[in-house]
């Protein structure tokens, strides 16, 4: 079957992030009055659920707090933006040699992240030029559905702005909640597992690797 498309799916796919948003979380939490500390172990737990927001308000709904979780979270965008902004971060191993792969085969590229388009902007700035925002043929974001991941939505907004059924794409996803939103769409998945992630269970993944290689595809 002619493969016609790559799908990287959550910021995370491109380059490692785990840390920056964690300690963004937590500098909202103390700069908003409350004393929250999401140590390494309870972020690693957190993250089975998708979406900065969403993690937040099961975190207050857990301790009968009462929060406003849009707002939160908003102001930890704004630090993490700040702090990849200050940085000049890595593709993560192997991502440089896949996209430059599809583009000499004639493959597209898709970004079907369902973030923020700060966050989505912060991202390429901190790649710099080891990445080409005109590369890939979508770029989905959060004001594009209404449902996250693990829904299929954006990733269903993505095949039909590529126009491509999912049969003809492959997805990569960084923790297991974002590899079920592509599984639900139809596509098989590769599990590249950000570095708080490798103890999800990827196991309806077509593969599982800590390093990208054209040889996949």
């Not at 799908?7 to 964690?22: A, D, K, N, W, Y």
């Not at 085969?105 to 902007?121: C, E, P, W, Y």
């Not at 997805?171 to 079920?180: G, L, Y």
């Not at 999800?200 to 996949?216: G, R, V």
Request: aromatic share 10%; glycine share 6%.
């Amino acid at each position: 079957m002619t493969l016609k498309a790559i799908l990287f799916g959550s910021i995370g796919t491109l380059v490692e992030t785990s840390e920056f948003q964690r300690r963004a979380f937590n500098q909202a939490f103390a700069q908003t009055g409350l004393d929250w500390n999401w140590d390494t172990e309870t972020y690693v737990r957190l993250l089975t659920k998708s979406g900065g927001q969403e993690r937040i308000q099961s975190y207050a709904n857990a301790r009968f707090i009462d929060v406003d979780a849009y707002q939160l979270h908003q102001h930890k965008t704004t630090i993490f933006d700040t702090l990849m902004a200050s940085e000049q971060l890595p593709l993560r191993p192997g991502v440089a040699g896949v996209i430059d792969y599809a583009k000499t085969h004639d493959m597209r590229l898709a970004f079907v992240t369902a973030t923020s388009q700060a966050n989505i902007d912060a991202t390429f700035l901190a790649l710099g030029d080891q990445i080409n925002r005109k590369d890939f043929a979508f770029i989905g974001d959060v004001s594009m559905v209404s449902a996250p991941k693990p829904n299929p939505d954006i990733y269903e907004k993505a095949l039909a702005h590529l126009n491509l059924d999912a049969h003809h794409c492959i997805a990569i996803e960084d923790t297991a909640t974002s590899m079920h939103a592509a599984l639900a769409a139809g596509l098989r998945c590769i599990a590249f597992p950000g570095v708080y992630a490798k103890a999800h269970d990827f196991s309806d993944a077509l593969l599982i690797t800590q390093n990208l290689s054209s040889d996949y595809f």
